[in-house]
């Protein structure tokens, strides 16, 4: 049992415990409303690999929907991801067979596509890992939520992934309610029933752009009105929030995780692809002064044991 | 000195106030999580008569910006403005006013519109009432949001402002972040400056539509992904909000702000666009059951007078 006084337990003594204690310090000096951050969800607060749970998610209702109606593997796009065929899905690019599954969940209300990913949520395991799903999520990184907000910080998550799904688990896994998710959005149709009751129902279509990179800049400022001072990703798409988190006048601290646990998680590192593709995110933390968590080094445990 | 253990004192004994009270009650029983409560600003909150405070700093700004630009003056949209010319301003359209307007705005950062509008705000008088703008706020109704927080509401301002300009002035007066205002959004655009910084600046564009009618349903969805079970306005552009809190499997309930005094406030109809051009509100408020908020019988006081 770890001392419950010791701040942040699953972090290694180290620079990079000893950079997110001294933020932390540091930011119980400045007013209330500047203490904001964002966290990045695939990758940085849970597992990402082999397959994001969105994906997941989604595969689970193409095959509940292709077992009621077997034309459903006719579509190129269902048919790839129904053999699990990763080349395949690569070769129709990942947007189209992202909106083709989208498709799936249409045409209902938002509550309740809640209710279907909470039901495959809440009994989903892990590929690989032979762990729940909703367990695949990384202890320190909750840790670090705790210390913030017990330091009266805003905490949001700022998700490549579709705002309804990950609002569906982020009160329960992470303490932070549907409004403080920013994710990628579907558009809605206002309708009314027969009744004459209002009715918003999910259309398959993207309203403005995937939640990555510049876009997350954007949603940060039109949906939450603050700029974080502390931003925490490990992709390519996070690049341009963690370097907004860190251009402010006052204090800013970014924190990249880097997967190079090969053992306990996955080894792999993203491009940033925004400015220039050849780079990899950890030559763009050296080269911004950005703190990097190494999986493998400054994490004691990676998931929660208890 | 009001008995401060008396739960809304500004309201008057009657229907209206028991009903808030018998729906306080109700919301203790209900998860915290479905306690959401959703009020429009401009005649909600705050008075909009004979001006909209948002439009007051725009004109402020246009005078600023005129006195150093003479050339201002040429534009019609902003020659209607500065003359007060009311009739000019319902030819050109009021929507073609206010991107006119927005452009006087466009191109800076997001906190310098804030520092901006909150100058304005600070020192800025209503134009017939003699009070400050700040002031001009509905205590009854202040009382209320404080009473919902009690019961551990998630309170949300949904405005057909901008979301720069009521995130000015939400938390001060009204104990609203900013994260927690649903407005009118412009468009930003991401760049760097030349030392590579990021930058987010406001452009004269909308994104999207005006938050006002079936707008405000989606927006409410898309930011804060929980239907409220309360909803507050006044006028046809909340109709939508104010059905679709009452949608719901739970209770729900919508209060109209019927702007009946003439004596402390001003007196005027909405008229409800969006099913049927020739239904004032408060017919509508009648046929759907709603709640509505007489000033003239149910307030005993309109603003703080501490």
Same mark, same amino acid.
């Given at each position: ?17 000893? !950079? ?8 119980? @000096?400045?007013? +209330? ?20 749970? @969105?994906?997941?998610?989604?595969? !689970? ?24 065929? &990763? ?6 690019? #990942? ?15 938002? *509550? ?12 989903? /395991? &892990? %590929? ?13 990184? /909750? ?6 907000? %017990? ?40 309708? $009314? ?11 398959? $279509? ?11 800049? &954007? %949603? #940060?400022?039109? @949906?939450?009105? $603050? $700029?974080? #001072? ?10 341009? =929030? =963690? ?11 970014? /924190?990249?995780?880097?997967? *190079?646990? !090969? ?7 993203? +491009?940033?692809?925004? +400015? *220039?593709?050849?780079?990899? #995110? ?9 703190? +990097? ?12 044991? !208890?």
């Amino acid at each position: 049992m770890t001392d419950p006084t010791v701040l942040l337990p699953s972090w290694r003594d180290g620079a990079t415990r000893s !950079s997110l204690l001294a933020f932390l310090k540091a930011a119980e @000096q400045l007013p +209330v409303e500047q203490r904001v951050a964002a966290f990045d969800n695939d990758g940085t607060l849970w597992c990402e690999r082999p397959t994001y749970a @969105q994906f997941d998610f989604l595969v !689970s209702e193409l095959a509940a929907q292709a077992a009621l109606d077997p034309s459903l593997r006719d579509r190129p796009e269902f048919a790839a991801v129904l053999a699990g065929d &990763h080349a395949a899905i690569g070769d129709l690019g #990942i947007a189209r067979v992202g909106l083709a599954l989208a498709e799936l969940l249409a045409g209902i209300e938002p *509550d309740e596509f809640t209710l279907k990913a909470r039901a495959f949520m809440g009994g989903a /395991l &892990h %590929r690989t890992l032979g762990i729940p799903l909703l367990r695949a999520v990384y202890q320190p990184m /909750l840790e670090l939520l705790d210390e913030l907000r %017990r330091r009266h910080f805003a905490v949001f998550i700022v998700s490549g992934g579709g705002n309804e799904f990950v609002r569906s688990i982020s009160q329960d896994v992470y303490g932070v309610p549907p409004e403080a998710v920013v994710g990628t959005q579907i558009t809605y149709e206002f309708s $009314r029933g027969e009744d004459g009751r209002p009715l918003l129902l999910r259309t398959a $279509r993207l309203d403005g752009d995937a939640n990555e990179g510049a876009a997350k800049v &954007h %949603r #940060i400022q039109a @949906q939450l009105g $603050r $700029r974080p #001072i502390f931003a925490a990703g490990n992709s390519a798409g996070d690049r341009e =929030m =963690m370097e907004w988190a860190c251009a402010g006048d006052g204090p800013g601290m970014a /924190l990249l995780v880097d997967h *190079d646990d !090969s053992e306990r998680e996955f080894q792999y590192v993203s +491009v940033a692809a925004t +400015v *220039d593709e050849a780079t990899p #995110i950890t030559a763009v933390a050296a080269q911004l002064g950005w703190v +990097v968590a190494s999986m493998a080094n400054d994490w004691t445990s990676v998931f929660p044991t !208890s």
